[in-house]
């Protein structure tokens, strides 16, 4: 736990929305919005752990948090989907558990805010994290990049027309999710690479199986054969032949 406490980054964000509601008395407000975000990290946190994925920092905004993580694109699917969906869970057994207890009548508002903002499909919130999964279930994985920037991208549009204006954190907010995406957009070629280069030097056991004719086909979880002029190739074949000649180039 202490080296999990040593990878907490306060973003500026956070603080400038903090010193917003402590100057106007909302601090009752503060105090049951932070613990319901702790709550809903720890699930994130948690199930990470227990899936052996590498953290690499958690950082602490105004609507929740973020966490970072050190690790290779080509996890389980499944795993992706349990911690995505964890901070929800873990947060709606927390709400269950002390409502009864809690006479604050915005603790039930504060709660399911947190959840519906948490799954509007923006990069890097988990709406967006479950969208892409469902993505990748159904399409390739450079498919799945390009959908949800666009769609993130869409919903970003729709709610700086509709929110912008009402209040600075709103507008902060916002801000922040369209740099994130921005970020997104300029690394997905890195990230496809990425997610190439894990395939050609990892051996990993996917039990499904998939023939395609070119890279911009493979999909998460499945491992491929490429069928090119007449040929099958195996899939560890192709892309060494690939990385090759990108070298020589």
Known sequence: ???????????????ITLFIFVSIGYFRFLIYFMVLIIV???????????????????IILPFGGLIKYNEIINRPLIEE?????????FQYI???????????????????FIILF???PIYPLDGSKILNIFFNIITS???????????????????SLLFFNINKIIAFVLIFLMLEVNKLYKERKELFNKFL??????????????TINNVDKMKKDYRHLFYIDGRYLTENYFLKKMFDIRRNL
């Not at 927390?94 to 399911?112: A, G, M, N, P, R």
């Not at 994985?141 to 709610?159: C, D, E, M, R």
Request: proline share 1%; glycine share 2%.
């Open 141 to 159: 994985f450079k498919n799945s990049l390009s959908l949800t920037i666009i769609i993130s991208y869409i919903f970003i549009i729709i709610f």
């Open 197 to 210: 280069l894990e395939r050609y030097l990892n051996e990993f056991k996917f039990k499904k199986k998939k």
């Open 1 to 15: 736990m202490k080296n999990i406490l040593n990878k907490i980054y306060i973003h500026p964000l956070f603080l």
């Open 40 to 58: 809903h990290e720890l699930g994130h946190i948690i199930i990470s752990l227990l899936f052996k994925w590498n953290i690499d920092k958690i």
């Open 94 to 112: 927390f709400y269950l558990l002390v409502k009864d207890f809690i006479d604050y009548k915005y603790f039930k508002t504060i709660h399911y």
């Open 118 to 120: 948490n799954l509007i």
């Open 81 to 89: 989907f349990l911690i995505a969906i964890s901070g929800i869970i």
